[in-house]
C-alpha cells in the first residue's frame, strides 16, 4: 500500500516565524514530490516541485528531500498570515502509475 | 503558463439530472487529465484518470457507468455525474498534466456541485 503522511496539525505559528511541515512517504521507488497549497473553499496551488535529494529553494519556501529516509518537508520562512491554509504534500513513482499519491494535509495557521 | 479551467464553477441541480463539468487545460496539451472529489474538510480523492483517446481509468468504488468521463481532445475532458442524488453533492476538481515527459499536475479551480 503506497501511502504519504503528514501530521494533519492544526500547526500555529506566529507571523514572521518559519513554518515546518513534513512528509513521509513508504513507496521507496518513489521518484517525483509535490508540495501544493490549498486554501479553504479553493483548489489545490502548486508550490514547489522535488525530485532529488537536498534543498530546493524558491522565495520563501524550501522544500528539503531525504530518499534514504523517505521524507520531505517544506520550510516556509518568514511566514504571513496569507500562507496560512492548507499544505499537501504528494508523491509520485514514475515506475509505476502515473497518478499522484497525496497526504491528508496539514492545516497551517499563521497567526499576526 | 499551465492554466486550467472547469467550468461551470457551482451547480445546483435537482436529484436524478445530470450534469457535466467541462476541463479545460488553456495553454498547453494536456495528453492526461485527472479528476478528484472532495467532500469538506476531507482530503482529495481520485476518482478516475483520463487519457486523451482513450476509456478512462477509473479508482476502486467510484461507477463508471455514474460518473462518464470523456478525454476527446488534448485540452478538453469532461465528467457527466448522472441521475445525481444528494450524497453526490461534492467539490470536484480536474487535474491536468502537460505531457508524458512531466509529472506535475496543474488543477482547475473546481466546480461545486449541489444536489438538492
Known amino acids: 500500500q503506497k501511502e504519504v503522511e503528514q501530521n494533519s496539525g492544526p500547526l500555529s505559528v506566529p507571523e514572521g516565524a518559519i513554518a515546518s511541515l513534513n512528509c513521509t512517504y513508504s513507496?521507496?521507488?518513489?521518484?517525483?514530490f509535490f508540495w501544493y497549497r490549498q486554501y479553504s473553499g479553493k483548489s489545490p496551488e502548486l508550490i514547489m516541485s522535488i525530485y532529488s535529494n537536498g534543498d530546493k529553494e524558491d522565495g520563501r519556501f524550501t522544500a528539503q528531500l531525504n530518499k534514504a529516509s523517505q521524507y520531505v518537508s517544506l520550510l516556509i520562512r518568514d511566514s504571513q498570515p496569507s500562507d496560512s491554509a492548507t499544505y499537501l504534500c504528494?508523491?509520485?513513482?514514475?515506475?509505476?502509475?502515473?497518478?499522484?499519491?497525496f497526504g491528508k494535509g496539514t492545516k497551517l495557521t499563521v497567526n499576526p | 503558463g499551465a492554466v486550467v479551467s472547469q467550468h461551470p464553477s457551482w451547480v445546483i441541480c435537482k436529484s436524478g439530472t445530470s450534469v457535466k463539468i467541462e476541463c479545460r487545460s488553456l495553454d498547453f496539451q494536456a495528453t492526461t487529465m485527472f479528476w478528484y472529489r472532495q467532500f469538506p474538510k476531507q482530503s482529495l480523492m481520485l476518482m478516475a484518470t483520463?487519457?486523451?483517446?482513450?476509456?478512462?481509468?477509473?479508482e476502486q468504488g467510484v461507477e463508471k457507468d455514474k460518473f462518464l468521463i470523456n478525454h476527446a481532445s488534448l485540452t478538453l475532458s469532461t465528467l457527466t455525474v448522472t441521475s445525481a442524488h444528494p450524497e453526490d453533492s461534492s467539490f470536484y476538481i480536474c487535474?491536468?498534466?502537460?505531457?508524458?515527459?512531466?509529472?506535475?499536475?496543474?488543477f482547475g479551480p473546481g466546480t461545486r456541485l449541489t444536489v438538492l
Open positions: 483520463s487519457n486523451e483517446g482513450s476509456k478512462a481509468t477509473y
Open positions: 513507496d521507496r521507488v518513489s521518484q517525483s
Open positions: 487535474s491536468a498534466r502537460e505531457g508524458p515527459s512531466t509529472d506535475t499536475q496543474y
Open positions: 504528494a508523491v509520485n513513482n514514475k515506475g509505476g502509475s502515473e497518478k499522484l499519491v
